[in-house]
């Protein structure tokens, strides 16, 4: 696997609290991603990010916010959790943004909004 | 524009059999097409990707058919294994700078021995 590490790696929250989920490269890619996949909705991309401090929206992004302050490091926050953001949430990282550059993700994040 | 739509949602074939799995886009600014092979618990992970100016590549019992008119393309897993069972995705990403992927829906296969 790529050097990427999603933690925690389970989480149970209650509806209402912030919840922040930690994505960790060691490749030193410049692009990294947070997806969440929902069953019959496969992975839909919430924010990424070209480099540090740059981050940009994707498909999926009300209720989340993203900062990259280290190469190393994209951190995302769930302001006020809902069970809508119930979901197994996917980093994954890329060295450019060329169309053909492989994309690797982290084992995933499962969230349980109660 | 931006959809990538997989058929179908699940399918079940014997061992030696080979599945075929479908994808059609609309954005004709797609120039990369992968195949991304995700097991129960973990990340997806790269399979077989193509250019839209190949019609056809093959890596091991993977192929992807490609046909650029139809704006359509294919997964087909030859001889298929017991071990192949695992949810495919599709995907497509528009070249230059900040393309992102945009995947399918998903396709879980069920290899029965």
């Known amino acids: 696997d790529a050097g990427i590490t999603q933690s925690p790696r389970h989480k149970v929250t209650e509806t209402g609290t912030p919840v922040t989920l930690r994505c960790h490269q060691t490749?030193?890619?410049?692009?990294m991603y947070w997806y969440r996949q929902d069953p019959g909705h496969g992975l839909r991309l919430i924010h990424y990010?070209?480099?540090?401090?740059?981050?940009d929206k994707g498909e999926v992004s009300d209720g989340y916010s993203v900062s990259r302050s280290k190469t190393e490091d994209f951190l995302l926050t769930l302001e006020s959790a809902t069970s809508s953001q119930t979901s197994v949430y996917f980093c994954?990282?890329?060295?450019?943004?060329?169309?053909?550059?492989?994309?690797?993700f982290g084992q995933g994040t499962r969230l349980t909004v109660v | 524009q931006q959809q990538v739509k997989q058929s179908p949602q699940s399918l079940i074939v014997q061992k030696g059999g080979i599945p075929i799995i479908n994808c059609a886009y609309e954005?004709?600014?797609?120039?990369?097409f992968p195949w991304y092979q995700q097991f129960p618990g973990k990340g997806p992970a790269l399979l077989i990707a193509?250019?839209?100016?190949?019609s056809e590549k093959k890596e091991g019992r993977f192929t992807i058919s490609f046909n650029k008119s139809a704006k359509q393309f294919s997964l087909h897993i030859m001889d298929s294994q017991p071990g192949d069972s695992a949810t495919y995705f599709c995907?497509?990403?528009?070249?230059?700078?900040?393309?992102?992927?945009?995947f399918g829906k998903g396709t879980k296969l069920s290899v029965k021995p």
């Open positions: 954005n004709t600014a797609f120039d990369y």
């Open positions: 193509i250019r839209p100016d190949v």
């Open positions: 995907a497509a990403r528009v070249g230059g700078s900040q393309g992102n992927l945009i």
């Open positions: 994954a990282i890329s060295e450019s943004g060329a169309a053909n550059t492989e994309a690797f």
């Open positions: 990010s070209y480099g540090v401090k740059d981050t």
């Open positions: 490749e030193n890619h410049r692009y």
